[in-house]
């Protein structure tokens, strides 16, 4: 069974940076895609960034020119640097990866920005 471990999460203030860690295990397959969504308190969760396994990345206009998502096919492990962070960035960060047709997600991490 796919198990996908989230790492990294924390408390930061405005204009800082975290880096999350997704490592993905249980497949002797290696995922598609993976990528990172979120959720707000009080919203639906979104979409932040996808990575293929050929390195095709895809942002959230949200976040564009301030995250970057990276990934190491070798650790099967994707990658969420976020720099400058805003308030509205605050949110449970979920780690994703595709095997075909079926998407397995993460427990989540917390990321709070405040002063």
């Known amino acids: 069974q796919v198990q996908l471990v989230e790492s990294g999460g924390g408390l930061v203030q405005p204009g800082g940076s975290l880096r999350l860690s997704c490592a993905a295990s249980?497949?002797?397959?290696?995922?598609?895609?993976m990528g990172w969504n979120r959720q707000a308190p009080g919203k639906e969760r979104e979409l932040v960034a996808t990575?293929?396994?050929?390195?095709?990345?895809n942002y959230a206009d949200s976040v564009k020119g301030r995250f970057t998502i990276s990934r190491d096919n070798a650790k099967i492990t994707v990658y969420l640097q976020m720099n400058s962070l805003k308030p509205e960035d605050t949110a449970v960060y979920y780690c994703?990866?595709?095997?075909?047709?079926?998407?397995?997600w993460g427990q989540g991490t917390q990321v709070t920005v405040s002063s």
């Open positions: 990575i293929t396994s050929g390195g095709r990345t």
């Open positions: 249980g497949s002797i397959f290696s995922p598609s895609t």
């Open positions: 994703n990866a595709r095997y075909g047709l079926a998407t397995n």
